[in-house]
């Protein structure tokens, strides 16, 4: 099946800096990719969706300010929160979906813990 | 849009036991329904899907069948083993678009020797 990478898959920070998660399709092109944060114990909440050239469309209460999304390529999506706080600290999934396709293919996640 | 409830856990079984996980929903039309994985600290894996009314997904041991009359989608499994100790997310498409998902709350499944 399809394979989706995010990298890093932990990463450790301090308050007021900003961390960039990649998101990467690795053997199919995706003109959608999806950016979700999950808290301990609890479902996924979808935060984004994130369609190639163009803008991200953000989820109610999702801050695009914070929470920057790049998808400059086909197989590339970038998500950058930007002055990060203790709050911010959870686990971000990402998914890519095929064209024609209703499947979503998920990354691996990303720790996300600011000290 | 459409919606998706699945039962809380977690469910705690020995091992060779008998699973059902159960997962109900509210959709326009006869969107796919998926069953998706998360094993410890990792991402979601696809587990098995159905497209249409009465199709059976399978993979790994694992059975759903979609049924529009009780607009269910239960994952069921008849002999559990150590190694299916994980979350179970139930899922369907936020819309007739199809580009979304919304998924349920997830069941953890714990399974002892």
């Known amino acids: 099946g399809a394979v989706v990478s995010q990298h890093p898959s932990r990463v450790i920070c301090k308050s007021g800096t900003s961390v960039k998660i990649e998101c990467r399709s690795l053997d199919f092109q995706a003109t959608t990719m999806f950016w979700y944060r999950q808290f301990p114990k609890k479902s996924l909440m979808l935060m984004a969706t994130s369609n190639e050239g163009s803008k991200a469309t953000y989820e109610q209460g999702v801050e695009k300010d914070k929470f920057l999304i790049n998808h400059a390529s086909l197989t590339l999506s970038t998500l950058t929160v930007t002055s990060a706080h203790p709050e911010d600290s959870s686990f971000y999934i990402c998914?890519?979906?095929?064209?024609?396709?209703?499947?979503?293919?998920f990354g691996p996640g990303t720790r996300l813990t600011v000290l | 849009g459409n919606s998706v409830t699945q039962m809380e856990g977690p469910v705690t079984l020995s091992e060779e036991a008998f699973l059902t996980i159960n997962c109900t929903y509210t959709a326009t039309g006869y969107p796919s329904l998926f069953w998706y994985v998360q094993y410890p600290g990792e991402g979601l894996q696809l587990l098995l899907k159905?497209?249409?009314?009465?199709d059976k997904g399978s993979n790994k041991g694992f059975e759903a069948t979609y049924r529009k009359e009780t607009t269910s989608f239960h994952l069921e499994k008849g002999s559990v083993q150590v190694s299916d100790s994980a979350v179970y997310f139930c899922a369907l498409p936020r819309g007739n678009a199809g580009n979304m998902l919304t998924f349920g709350g997830g069941t953890r499944l714990m399974v002892k020797p």
């Open positions: 998914s890519a979906r095929e064209p024609y396709s209703d499947e979503q293919f």
């Open positions: 159905a497209t249409k009314a009465d």
